[in-house]
């Protein structure tokens, strides 16, 4: 085998098993709407929360600014095999009780904190294997392929979806 035969095959090989590219949040957001969130005033928690009224999910309220409600995305994230740490928001489950269909979201509690992230910072997860959820307050590390997919549901509006490899809680050593 000619050496430069193998060094490309263990480039190849260093690829497909490298881990996935980090992404944070905010770069789930085009320029414009991290600009138009960084420039925003803070928001009000009163309302809904206070009222005790949990039935909105992550629906937005009325009123709020604008990039609030953002689906705007960014469209070179499309097909990108990526790792994305956030909170889950379960919506369906397996016969063992595994959440098989969730929303990863940037903060914990997201479904009953008003104001809720706008839909392009919320990720819906499809994992068949499904994941046992101690605690929806336990943060997840999410691998998977990321696709540009605008979702509508009960619970809420999202700009994105993952196709999960894996699903696991974050553990002190990822820290």
Known sequence: MSRLFALTLLFCCALACAEPAELDWPELMPAE??????????ISHEGLEAAGDFAAGLRQ????????????????????????????????SDAEGRSTLLF????????????????????????????ALEDIYTPLWV?????????????????YALDA????PVDEDDL
């Open 33 to 42: 709407d991290r600009a138009a969130l960084e420039a925003m005033s803070e």
């Open 104 to 131: 990863l979201v940037p903060y914990p509690g997201a479904c009953i904190h008003v104001p809720p992230p706008p839909p392009n910072q919320i990720v819906l997860v499809r994992y068949p294997e499904g994941i």
């Open 61 to 92: 309220a009325e009123g709020l600014p604008e990039v609030m409600y953002s689906k705007k995305t960014v469209a070179r994230l499309d097909g990108q095999s990526v790792r994305l740490g956030g909170y889950p928001v379960p919506l369906e």
């Open 143 to 159: 691998d998977g392929t990321l696709r540009v997919e605008a979702v509508d549901n009960d619970l809420a509006e999202a700009s």
């Open 165 to 168: 490899a894996s699903v696991r």
